[in-house]
Nanobody, 126 residues
Framework: QVQLVESGGGLVQAGGSLRLSCAAS????????MGWFRQAPGKERVFVAA????????YYADSVKGRFTISRDNGKNTVYLQMNSLKPEDTAVYYC???????????????????WGQGTQVTVSS
């Protein structure tokens, strides 16, 4: 199993930027991809971005393309989400996910054995 701890959330004005971090520990050799999801109040958790752990290929939801960038530091076992040009509709709890399969890449859902972080709140004021 992999343990994930997110950080970097907070309150920002529309048009501003935040960078989220997700520090991973545990059975990292089993991880094929990591990603970010978000859940707004009263809504389902939705895919935001994913990155393959070895090759670094990236994938994004249409709603964040051109504004968000996912990256990883294999040496630090950390994945980042740089969020620019933030909008009020980006307000949500952001969750990090680790996937031992390629479910995040293929179907935007972690596969069997995936792990989740506890979430970090991002609030964008208008």
């Amino acid at each position: 199993q992999v343990q994930l701890v997110e950080s970097g959330g907070g309150l920002v004005q529309a048009g501003g930027s935040l960078r989220l971090s997700c520090a991973a520990s545990g059975r990292m050799f089993s991880i094929n991809a990591m990603g970010w999801f978000r859940q707004a109040p009263g809504k389902e958790r939705v895919f935001v971005a994913a990155i393959t752990w070895s090759g670094g290929s990236t994938y994004y939801a249409d709603s964040v393309k051109g504004r968000f960038t996912i990256s990883r530091d294999n040496g630090k076992n950390t994945v980042y989400l740089q969020m620019n040009s933030l909008k009020p509709e980006d307000t949500a709890v952001y969750y990090c996910a680790a996937d031992p399969t390629l479910g995040l890449v293929i179907s935007r859902i972690p596969g069997l054995g995936g792990s989740w972080g506890q979430g970090t709140q991002v609030t964008v004021s208008s």
